[in-house]
């Protein structure tokens, strides 16, 4: 069975023009934010730095 190849583009052919729709500040914007959410809460701390005990309510 034969892979088949992909086609060469002529040497004329020119990729289509993309223009940003999203401006850099809001790019950075997102990503700032998706990676706050994305990311656990911190560990809570040692046992040594927390009360013995508790007082009850």
């Known amino acids: 069975m034969s892979v088949p190849r ?15 729709q999203v401006s850099m500040r809001d790019l950075l914007a997102s990503c700032a934010a998706a990676k706050a959410v994305s990311t656990p809460p911190p560990a809570p701390l040692p046992a040594e730095c927390t009360p013995d005990h508790r007082e009850a309510a």
């Open 6 to 20: 992909p086609t060469a583009r002529p040497e004329g052919a020119a990729r289509a023009q993309v223009t940003a």
